[in-house]
């Protein structure tokens, strides 16, 4: 059985950054895939971020790109999100997520396994 946990949330200001990490046990032979998911009170669960098996198909969300970085993975253990340029509509709890089949992507259908998130709050 794999199970996730995420640490690293927090409340701070606008344009601060966060590092979000995501520990890893169990067995995962290396095959799987990573992604951050987030959900603000009252919304959907939102794809953020993805690293595929082996690194080499990274995808994310127009709102992130250029300000967040998915990272790790790939057999290595922990994965994280850097968070860069922070604003006030990306307050939400973030989920990880592993996906046993390598592919990773947006689709939350395709993750088996969820932490439990960990809360981050951007406001002035």
């Known amino acids: 059985q794999v199970q996730l946990g995420e640490t690293g949330g927090g409340s701070v200001q606008p344009g601060d950054s966060l590092r979000l990490t995501c520990t890893v046990s169990g067995r995962t032979n290396g095959g799987f895939a990573w992604a951050w998911f987030r959900q603000a009170p009252g919304e959907e669960r939102d794809f953020v971020a993805s690293v595929n098996w082996n690194g080499g198909k990274i995808e994310y969300a127009d709102s992130v790109k250029g300000r967040f970085t998915i990272s790790g993975g790939n057999g290595k253990n922990p994965v994280y999100l850097q968070m860069n340029n922070l604003k006030p509509e990306d307050t939400a709890v973030y989920y990880c997520?592993?996906?046993?089949w390598g592919e990773g992507g947006p689709s939350l259908s395709r993750y088996e396994y969820w932490g439990q998130g960990t809360q981050v709050t951007i406001s002035s």
């Open positions: 997520a592993a996906d046993p």
